[in-house]
Antibody, heavy 120, light 107 residues
Framework: EVQLVESGGGLVQPGRSLKLSCLAS????????MNWIRQAPGKGLEWVAS????????YYADTVKGRFTISRDNAKNTLYLQMTSLRSEDTALYYC?????????????WGQGASVTVSS | DIQMTQSPASLSASLGETVTIECLAS??????LAWYQQKPGKSPQLLIY???SLHTGVPSRFSGSGSGTQYSLKINSLQPEDFASYYC?????????FGAGTKLELK
């Protein structure tokens, strides 16, 4: 069974940093591109960042570019999102999601989400 | 960036009814579009990709169609588990923007 389990969320002050992790199991992690998607309370979905299977290709939304860094450790089956200079508008539930093979824009498996609250 | 405009924002329907949700892209996205379902308190689930391809395990009462800039998700014979929010997603170019969502409620 495919499983994606996010961790590392919490309450953080504006301007501080936080690092999310997503532990994958039930599939060959190193064969799949991965994404971070977020959802602010009561709002819709916002794509945040994506990374290819070998980390060769990385993309960010303009809203987080220069502040967030996506990375992965295929030996540990883990995806990361390093978030710096956090703002109140970064408050959201952060999902990691797997890219569908051969259809990379599609996300065919999602975690349960990690909650990030940015507030003083 | 490609903008995705979904309509309606909310929809009330009865069990057994057929409903259609629309998604309008700000430019031609060549059928590179996905639909997701999100139930309250749950993570999104893939329904359809490439505008009309049904994801594995998704019931056949769900179907997608469209071309160019206009796409739709149709749900036939609504079941209790279908009352949820639905999102379209552009896949043509980064950022892979989502529509604002459609909340389908039981009448």
């Amino acid at each position: 069974e495919v499983q994606l389990v996010e961790s590392g969320g919490g309450l953080v002050q504006p301007g501080r940093s936080l690092k999310l992790s997503c532990l994958a199991s039930g599939f060959t992690f190193s064969n799949y591109g991965m994404n971070w998607i977020r959802q602010a309370p009561g709002k819709g979905l916002e794509w945040v960042a994506s990374i290819s299977s070998s980390s060769s290709y990385i993309y960010y939304a303009d809203t987080v570019k220069g502040r967030f860094t996506i990375s992965r450790d295929n030996a540990k089956n883990t995806l990361y999102l390093q978030m710096t200079s956090l703002r109140s508008e970064d408050t959201a539930l952060y999902y990691c999601a797997r890219q569908k093979r051969r259809v990379p824009y599609v996300m065919d498996a999602w975690g349960q989400g990690a909650s990030v609250t940015v507030s003083s | 960036d490609i903008q995705m405009t979904q309509s309606p924002a909310s929809l009330s329907a009865s069990l057994g009814e057929t409903v259609t949700i629309e998604c309008l892209a700000s430019e031609d996205i060549y059928d590179i579009l996905a639909w997701y379902q999100q139930k309250p308190g749950k993570s999104p689930q893939l329904l359809i990709y490439d505008a009309s391809s049904l994801h594995t395990g998704v019931p056949s009462r769900f179907s997608g169609s469209g071309s160019g800039t206009q796409y739709s998700l149709k749900i036939n014979s609504l079941q209790p588990e279908d009352f949820a929010s639905y999102y379209c997603q552009n896949g043509l170019s980064a950022p892979n923007t989502f529509g604002a969502g459609t909340k389908l409620e039981l009448k």
